[in-house]
C-alpha cells in the first residue's frame, strides 16, 4: 500500500511542475511578433545613438 502512495505522489509532483511549464509557455502568436518588433525598433534606435553607420550602407 505505501507503494502506490509512493507513485501517486511522484504523479502529482509530475502533474504540478506540467501545468507550472505550460503556464509559462502559453504566449500568443501577437505577443511574439511585437516582442519581435520591439527587438527591430531597439536595435534600430542603438544603431542611431551609437553611430554606427549601418542606415548609410544601404543602398537608397
Not at 527587438?39 to 544601404?58: C, K, N, P
Amino acid at each position: 500500500m505505501e507503494n502506490n502512495k509512493d507513485h501517486l505522489e511522484t504523479l502529482n509532483e509530475i502533474k504540478g511542475l506540467m501545468q507550472r511549464s505550460s503556464r509559462f509557455s502559453s504566449l500568443s502568436g501577437m505577443s511574439g511578433i511585437a516582442a519581435g518588433i520591439a527587438a527591430i525598433l531597439g536595435a534600430v534606435i542603438i544603431s542611431i545613438y551609437f553611430h554606427t553607420g549601418f542606415f548609410e550602407r544601404i543602398p537608397g
